[in-house]
């Protein structure tokens, strides 16, 4: 039987932005330059193999702070939240779904005070201060990723990879099997399609959930595009009342 020890990888590289805009999904890749990812998505080393089944997008929100730092929170997000401005001005803790639905932005808000935050740096799993005073609710967008499997010494991993749009990752493209026919090579591709079909629900885990930070100076660099922005810190945050 074929495997991937006989893929015939392209001599090219592609960045996720071009995979996302140049091929059909799903495909075979593999890790040619790989990026450790601390946050709530994933560590992708070199020569990684891993099946890249589907473009996702998550809505997003951007905040901003008294000290001009810029935030991306996950708009279904489960942290409560209470309106200090606007029609809306309530401090009933409220999520930012509800707050968006209703509301119109900018709006001023802050963590609910009457819930107990724990925050954390990602990076260093060090705890922080969690004040973070009122922020402002300017805009919300989608934010972009890859949503795969990673394949090692030939078995698909069941857990489901978020990659996102930012990560400096570049992959080579499986475009058959060296000496093998596209029959084969389509049999290959066929058994992980069963596989994904029988063990893996993508819409399980869809999206970041983790605060991330960005500093001026890389929103103004960037030219405030938060989809294809690496954040400067990455925080998550826990609630209990």
């Known amino acids: 039987m074929a495997s991937l020890d006989q893929v015939e990888w392209s001599q090219k590289s592609y960045s996720i932005q071009e995979i996302i805009k140049l091929f059909r999904l799903p495909n075979i890749c593999k890790v040619t330059s790989g990026l450790y ?59 930012l779904s509800d707050i968006l639905e209703f509301s ?26 969690n004040d973070f005073g009122s922020l402002t609710l300017t805009k919300t967008y989608m934010e972009d990723y890859l949503q795969a499997n990673a394949i090692n010494n030939g078995i698909l991993d069941e857990e489901i990879l978020i990659i996102p749009a930012y990560m400096q990752l570049e992959f080579s493209i499986a475009e058959g099997l060296e000496g093998g026919s596209k029959e084969q090579w389509e049999e290959i591709q066929q058994r992980y399609d069963n596989m ?46």
Not at 78 to 93: A, M, T
Not at 105 to 129: C, F, G, R, Y
């Open 196 to 241: 994904v079909l029988q063990k893996v629900n993508f819409d399980a885990r869809v999206g970041n959930k983790d605060m991330a930070m960005y500093f001026p100076r890389n929103v103004e660099e960037h030219k405030h595009n938060y989809s294809y922005m690496k954040p400067n810190r990455t925080i998550r945050i826990s609630t209990k009342k």
């Open 104 to 129: 119109s932005l900018p709006l001023k808000v802050m963590l609910s005070t009457q819930h107990n935050i724990d925050a954390w740096h990602v990076e260093n799993n060090v705890k922080i201060d």
């Open 37 to 95: 990812g601390a946050e709530d998505t994933e560590t992708l080393g070199n020569l990684q193999v891993v099946r890249i089944h589907r473009q996702h997008s998550q809505r997003r929100v951007i905040a901003t702070d008294d000290r001009g730092r810029h935030f991306s929170l996950p708009a279904d997000w489960d942290i409560p939240f209470e309106v200090l401005s606007g029609n809306s001005q309530n401090h009933q803790p409220r999520l």
